[in-house]
């Protein structure tokens, strides 16, 4: 056991957590692999974000263990830039551990080329569209030296045709800058085009009820067959599904 | 570059027309409804609803605010006041904005302060006039004390509140990104109620304004209150009316400018939602 500690950047053993009264997590134990992308789906309040926020050590779990390794960053579904600053500076935020200047500048002109925001860099996050913003906190994650990124249902406040362009570029940028993520979400064709192995969580209190790895190269079409059998596979595990049709 | 200025749509056109409505609505129509309002008044007077020791006519009073502008007493009465505000009111805020940083990210401190910061904000400053002149006599001082206590508890409490409701997410992006004690205060803290800081810091002014009229009755020789109480003992109406006018008029003013800190581009955002 203790190998897969040390091999492991990111692992919950047996991990309880209960909020008062409420039990959100029932023994849950998972491993994230380096450079893999995970992704967490379930019915809403069903203890995704405890997951994450366990996972980032924002909280302590009541019982069980959390080991995590190296930097972790988070993105939230909506308004985690900071207002007060423009798009540069909020940015600059992640690239502050960079010390000279010439390469600071270097890596945010990178980053706004990286996510077309080029000519929005004096605005302020009021002043950008929802994915506008979405993809400034995406450049803010990646700029700079963490290795994990937890991402809580970044694109749920955004609008259908946003989304879709979003995960293709979330996916593109993951190409340039490799990072191990962890990504929940309850939209079951996020999971299915994003992920390398997708975990399906039970109601409240969660636990892992099916694990689903797959293989197919991305960026994934929505209409691609490992998409739509992936979704099927989901969505017969949530009993979304109607049972004679799953093996089509 | 040159067929792009001449494929551009008449600007100039569209921009006179917005500024036209801006000028109509921002000041003709303000305009329109001030005259009224002294209409109204020459009216009262024109009719002797009121005998005319007891409403000065706007003549009167017009004739009044030369004379006391001629004397210079006026300038200076405005002069004696404004300091007075400034000092009672800068004190305040360098003292509450502080506090209620701190009491906003502490909760049992918060618990622990606020009934007497609530107690204190309920008791008029009018209430303390007494202890302020037994205590600090005649002069400008007994008036910055108690601008001071007007303005001190309920800034305080303004602070504590915005800070109290700054949404934790902005708390666990910072601990993301490394920004830990004085940084988290002056980048994180600070900026987040900013906006909340400035709306306070303009009604616990308009307080001030409002006390130092009381304030400066007792225990003063000059300013604006002063002026007031004088003329009511000479049964000046008209010179009081004057003083009245040039309190609204300079309370507005300094609140305008004031305003003006609500457009800078960090904090434009707290207005934007």
């Known amino acids: ?248 | 570059m040159k067929i792009k200025t001449t494929k551009q749509p008449p600007v100039s056109q569209v921009t006179q027309k917005i500024t036209g409505n801006v000028l109509l609505r921002r000041l003709l129509l303000p305009l329109a409804v001030i005259m009224a309002v002294l209409l109204l008044w020459w009216l009262v007077c024109w009719f002797k609803i009121f005998p005319a020791y007891a409403l000065p006519s706007p003549g009167d009073v017009w004739r009044s605010f030369k004379e006391e502008i001629a004397a210079g007493r006026l300038l200076n009465d405005i002069i004696a006041s404004l300091w007075r505000v400034a000092i009672g009111f800068v004190m305040a805020a360098c003292l509450a904005i502080p506090l209620g940083l701190w009491l906003g990210q502490h909760l049992s401190a918060r618990s622990a302060f606020l009934p007497v910061l609530n107690f204190f904000r309920f008791l008029s400053p009018l209430a303390w006039i007494p202890f302020a002149i037994l205590w600090f006599h005649i002069g400008d001082k007994p008036a910055v004390f108690l601008i001071f206590m007007a303005t001190f508890f309920p800034l305080a409490l303004a602070v504590m509140s915005a800070v109290a409701t700054i949404p934790s997410i902005y708390f666990r992006v910072a601990h993301d990104y490394n920004y830990k004690g004085i940084e988290l205060l002056t980048k994180v803290t600070l900026p987040a109620v900013l906006p909340q800081v400035i709306t306070s810091l303009r009604v616990s002014y308009g307080i001030a304004w409002v006390v130092i009229v009381a304030a400066e009755m007792v225990g003063c020789q000059d300013g604006l209150g002063y002026g007031i109480w004088e003329a009511r003992n000479g049964l000046r109406l008209d010179s009081a009316v004057c003083y009245m006018i040039v309190i609204g008029l300079l309370g507005m003013g300094i609140d305008r400018l004031l305003s003006q800190l609500t457009k800078l581009p960090n904090i434009r955002w707290g207005y934007e939602r």
Request: aromatic fraction near 6%.
């Open chain 1, 1 to 248: 056991m203790k190998d897969n500690y040390t091999e492991a950047k990111l692992q919950l053993d047996h991990v309880s957590h209960r909020y008062g009264e409420t039990a959100v997590l029932e023994n849950v134990s998972l491993k994230v692999s380096p450079g893999e992308f995970v992704v967490l789906v379930g019915p809403s309040g069903c203890g995704k974000s405890t997951l994450l926020n366990l996972l980032s050590g924002y909280i302590k779990p009541v019982s069980g263990k959390v080991f995590m390794e190296g930097s972790i960053r988070t993105v939230y579904q909506q308004d985690g830039l900071f207002p007060w600053l423009t798009v540069t500076e909020n940015i600059n935020m992640g690239l502050r551990h960079i010390a000279s200047r010439q390469e600071q500048e270097k890596e945010l002109n990178d980053l706004i080329e990286l996510i077309h925001l080029e000519g929005f860099e004096k605005h302020y996050p009021h002043q950008l569209s929802g994915g506008m913003r979405q993809r400034v906190e995406l450049a803010r994650v990646l700029g700079g030296d963490a290795d994990t990124l937890l991402m809580d249902e970044p694109f749920s406040a955004l609008d259908y045709q946003t989304r879709l362009r979003m995960r293709r570029e979330l996916i593109h940028l993951l190409e340039k800058r490799p990072r191990t993520v962890v990504f929940v979400t309850h939209d079951i064709e996020e999971a299915a085009q994003l992920a390398d192995r997708v975990l399906v969580l039970s109601n409240r209190p969660a636990t892992i009820c099916k694990e689903l790895h797959i293989g197919a190269p991305r960026p994934r079409d929505l209409t691609d067959d490992a998409v739509v059998q992936a979704m099927k596979t989901i969505l017969t595990e949530l009993g979304l599904q109607t049972p004679g049709k799953t093996n089509v």
